[in-house]
């Protein structure tokens, strides 16, 4: 504990923003080492030097990696996301042009209006 009182409320809230803060060291070390270990930009060499980085120094490698990969973190992200979208469109056979089809016949059955129609049809074009 850190107060000498014995277990007191004081010595809890202490103690669970200390676990609090475990849990988010955690949860951000595995943020950075899935996007360092994703990456295919950058050597081997250079994640080696990450790697220590954040194993010597925790919170200060954490916060200089998003600090200056940020932006990359999230292109790579996105360009994730777009892959695993496309592979799933592929699997299940989704075709744009069926679902456009689709919202021809929804619209003209009046279950959608124009303005829903106009943002649903842009979002599968897109």
Do not use: C
């Amino acid at each position: 504990m850190l107060f000498n009182e014995g277990f007191t409320f004081r010595n809890f809230l202490v103690d669970a923003f200390t676990i609090f803060m475990f849990f988010i060291l955690i949860w951000l070390l595995i943020t950075v080492f899935a996007d360092l270990f994703s990456r295919r930009d950058i050597s081997g060499f250079a994640k080696v030097i990450w790697t220590i980085v954040l194993i010597v120094f925790p919170y200060l490698g954490v916060f200089a990696y998003i600090l200056t990969q940020s932006n990359g973190m999230y292109e790579r992200r996105v360009e994730h996301a777009q892959q695993v979208r496309d592979d799933l469109r592929r699997t299940v056979g989704f075709s744009v042009a069926d679902e456009l089809e689709k919202l021809n016949r929804l619209r003209a059955d009046g279950t959608v209006s124009d303005q829903e129609y106009g943002r649903l049809r842009a979002r599968l074009v897109m």
